[in-house]
T-cell receptor, first 111, second 110 residues
């Protein structure tokens, strides 16, 4: 099993550009979520989904959109990148919410 | 907003020493999870505790969930250089959200 796969691993954007961070899992988990990790701040929840067609906002949703058309995929869209969105982004999935499997992350720099 | 305060932020110790990492909140969590993260990788689950007062052991690591399910601790006995990493606590709270502490960077010197 591949687990949770995130692409790309690294990305540099110019301010105002848009892009989509991809996340796919092959464990048939209903619950998926996106986090950003900044130094000294742990992981902060951006958006999450409890199943296909259902999404909700987390702690820091502004500037990001998500959709969940299939159980496997949960892409994160940056609408108009800003330097404040420079961060490491992690996607996670869970079956029971008692344990989460994380991807290896996307390191995003906005210049 | 549910918050988890994790301490210390940074710990540098010699091989063989013991250490404890704390995770505290004023909120009640249905479960408390501990993760370890290495540079360039995502967090990896170490343990989940769900019952107040619960103690779980994983080799040299001992995890405890407070009686009121508001706090937790991670104790490492006889730390080894391989224990070096970022340790994160995370609480399952309101709705479907997992709230993370800021993390403890552990460095074990040989």
């Amino acid at each position: 099993n591949a687990g949770v796969t995130q692409t790309p691993k690294f990305q540099v954007l110019k301010t105002g550009q848009s892009m989509t961070l991809q996340c796919a899992q092959d464990m048939n988990h209903e619950y998926m979520s996106w986090y950003r990790q900044d130094p000294g701040m742990g992981l902060r929840l951006i958006h999450y989904s409890v199943g296909a067609g259902i999404t909700d906002q987390g702690e820091v949703p502004n500037g990001y959109n998500v959709s969940r058309s299939t159980t496997e995929d949960f892409p994160l869209r940056l609408l108009s990148a800003a330097p404040s969105q420079t961060s490491v982004y992690f996607c996670a999935s869970s079956y029971s919410r008692l344990s989460y499997t994380f991807g290896s992350g996307t390191r995003l720099t906005v210049v | 907003t549910q918050l988890l305060e994790q301490s210390p932020q940074f710990l540098s110790i010699q091989e063989g020493e013991n250490l404890t990492v704390y995770c505290n909140s004023s909120s009640v969590f249905s479960s408390l999870q501990w993760y370890r993260q290495e540079p360039g990788e995502g967090p990896v689950l170490l343990v989940t505790v769900v019952t107040g007062g619960e103690v779980k052991k994983l080799k040299r690591l001992t995890f405890q969930f407070g009686d009121a399910r508001k706090d937790s601790s991670l104790h490492i006995t006889a730390a080894q250089p391989g224990d070096t990493g970022l340790y994160l606590c995370a609480g399952a709270g309101h709705g479907n959200k997992l709230v993370f502490g800021a993390g403890t960077i552990l460095r074990v010197k040989s």
